[in-house]
């Protein structure tokens, strides 16, 4: 049995979870900063509103 007991949650068990949660998040993001800029490419925007992404880059 190499389950994890609830008092070593503080432990690997819980670390690895939180690697999960920060790498998907990671993703998510990247993901939804390729499709910005994907529609900032294909929806030019006009000149009085300024570019969403360049701010950030």
């Known amino acids: 049995m190499n389950r994890c007991p609830p008092k070593s ?3 690997p ?6 690697q999960l949660l920060i790498y998907s998040l990671s ?3 990247e993901s939804f900063l390729y499709n910005l800029a994907l529609l900032d490419m ?3 925007l006009t ?3 300024p570019n969403i992404l360049s701010r950030y880059l």
């Open 9 to 11: 949650l503080s432990g």
């Open 27 to 29: 993703l998510c993001l």
């Open 13 to 18: 068990c819980l670390l690895a979870l939180l």
């Open 42 to 44: 294909l929806i030019p």
């Open 47 to 49: 000149e009085d509103k």
